[in-house]
């Protein structure tokens, strides 16, 4: 048994020190000026960024795999292992540096003895959480592919000055309403509804589309719907506050990869910078929790709107 206990410590260890390393990754570009949930269709990073075989990434490797494609300058989407580069013919370049992404799954601990699965005292089985990094390349630091099966996505530069009827009936489908024409833009959890400016009160259409996206992740906070403890908590302090709006901007990004827009930073949130990075430094955990209810609230508005842009996330 005492090998066991042991074994459980090393694991732990190990798991704690990935969510400290993507953690400090994060604090990192965020002290640098740089928000990973903001990529800009001009680096043609915005999409989401996508296995191998097509499939897209979630939650924290979203933002992990967008802060790289910034910093590189990768317009192609598409990332893999050494090992499945290789098995595709390809080649990773010779001096070219990964990039790290984690994997989230959970086992069950056996008796060191016996070797039959731990139990609780119910008798039911035990099972543990663990969380794995592992490198992978963007397609375009590998040489030898056949690149007609990693396309990189045509950016379509849409002008924006007028409503786009399409994103209009989009975000109708969500059940949630909206009316123009307020001096802010805020979700009301009681009245369920969101208010926006008139559309012609935004820099752009875009900052008006994004912004709609980012009061509509609030909404599926709502008790109805995720009952996420940051929306209706969001009176009692700065800290929760700031965890909402975090979960916001994130999942807004996310909302917009998959409806074909670029994601706006909101002016106004400069100043839950500090109170973001004294959360992530806190509590190295805080940004994975952000990142799945940011995935979780994305995909929800999603399933209410099935339109012919969308590329949804497996």
Known sequence: MPRNTAKT???????????EEVTNQIVALLEAGTRPWSPRWASGAASLPLRHEGTAYRGINILLLWSAAMAHGYTNPHWMTYRQAHELGGQVRKGEKGNLVV???TFTPKDGETGEPITDSE?????????????VFNV??????DMSKFPAPLVEIKNR???DPELDAAFTRYPVPYREGGNSAYYHPVADSIAMPAF???????????TLAHEAIHS????????????????KSK?????EELIAEIGAAMLCAQLGMEPTEREDHASYLASWLTALRNDKRAIFRAATAAQAGSELILSHMAAPRMSRAA
Not at 10 to 18: C, I, L, N, Q, S
Not at 239 to 243: D, F, K, L, Q
């Open 140 to 145: 375009e630091q590998i040489d030898g592919l």
């Open 161 to 163: 000055d007028e409503r």
């Open 123 to 135: 008798g039911e089985e035990t099972s543990r959480a663990y969380l794995k990094r592992y490198v």
């Open 103 to 105: 994997h989230a799954g």
């Open 200 to 210: 012609g009160d935004f820099v752009s259409g875009n900052a008006f589309y994004a």
């Open 9 to 19: 410590r090393k694991t732990t260890a190990a798991r704690v020190d990935v969510y």
């Open 239 to 243: 800290e929760i506050r700031a965890a």
């Open 220 to 235: 599926t906070g709502h008790t109805s719907r995720l009952n996420r403890e940051t929306l209706y908590e969001y009176g």
